[in-house]
């Protein structure tokens, strides 16, 4: 997107698009977390300056703070989005699982020269876009999910909440509230990352060992493991509940010589990529406390496989 304009005459706003370009990450790291899905999330970044943009030089300098209405614009294309996701989830062939974002570091070769700037990069991978967080999320109603994101993630005040959700501050208060209750309920204690990084090696090997036992002992009772493969690939209809079954069916799986399975970080957590001729074609994500696995997300839609295979 391009502008056209003269400096400031007032010094209080510069509309030049570089005075805008800071916005971009954040607000890319705001819509990724309300809607569990980059290619989304780009998207409504992109309506948001494209609606800005479509303004003329007049209207954009009588904004008070243009990230202020880029938040709020945001904001609301989330709000829209997640109710109308809600409708086209229920038409998903299978399990939907979030968008898995790989760590920088393990893009694949040639990805990281500086030539090109991957919307996957300006994701901070902490603890709020974790698979397990992302997952919950997905219960909570659209309404909830912004209300909680803005205020309890990135710390907006509900008066400025409020406009974005189209409710008053006390109501939007209470949607973060009952979201919160949500979050704390499904949360157990973290074990460290190394711990972490431990097992999901120790799950790897038993998997390439076909060892049943090894992998019964790695996982949880009541663990848990859901596939997606969006309709386009062999993937699990339903999720795998019991240590013993989800043992059996990953032992049951014939990995080509040509797949290997390999280390690495899947939403800022340890966990899996099975690459096939140096493609990427499923990511694992692990939620493990207390040294065992409760759940596991195998995703292997490959639209949602994107940031893995940038070049």
Request: proline letters at 7%; one cysteine or more; aromatic letters at 8%.
């Amino acid at each position: 997107m391009t502008s056209t304009s003269t400096a400031p005459q007032d010094g209080r706003f510069d509309p030049m698009p570089s005075a805008l370009t800071g916005e971009r990450r954040r607000l890319l790291n705001l819509a990724y977390r309300m809607l569990g899905s980059l290619a989304e999330a780009e998207d409504v970044v992109q309506e948001t300056y494209a609606r800005w943009y479509a303004m003329s030089p007049r209207q954009q300098e009588a904004v008070a703070s243009p990230g202020g209405w880029l938040t709020k614009v945001a904001g609301r294309i989330c709000l829209d989005v997640l109710r109308s996701a809600r409708a086209r989830r229920e038409q998903y062939v299978g399990e939907w699982v979030p968008e898995p974002l790989p760590a920088r570091a393990e893009w694949p070769a040639g990805a990281m020269d500086g030539s090109t700037s991957d919307p996957a990069d300006h994701v901070t991978l902490d603890e709020s876009v974790s698979m397990a967080f992302l997952v919950v999320l997905e219960a909570m109603t659209p309404a909830e999910r912004v209300a909680f994101i803005l205020h309890d993630v990135f710390r907006y005040p509900f008066s400025e909440v409020a406009d974005i959700v189209g409710r008053s501050p006390a109501a939007c208060r209470q949607l973060a509230s009952s979201a919160r209750r949500r979050v704390d309920a499904s949360r157990a204690p973290l074990s460290p990352t190394a711990q972490r990084a431990g097992v999901v090696k120790e799950f790897k090997l038993a998997w390439q060992a076909k060892d049943i036992n090894a992998l019964i002992g790695l996982l949880d009772p009541a663990a848990t493991a859901i596939g997606d493969g969006g309709g386009r690939v062999t993937a699990l209809v339903r999720p795998i509940e019991g240590a013993e079954q989800i043992a059996r069916f990953f032992a049951d799986r014939t990995l080509p010589g040509r797949l290997a399975v390999r280390e690495c970080t899947v939403n800022g957590q340890p966990g899996l990529a099975a690459h096939l001729d140096g493609a990427v074609v499923s990511v694992y994500a692990f939620d493990i406390a207390d040294g065992g696995i409760r759940r596991i997300w195998a995703v292997l839609n490959p639209e949602k496989l994107r940031p893995w295979k940038r070049k």
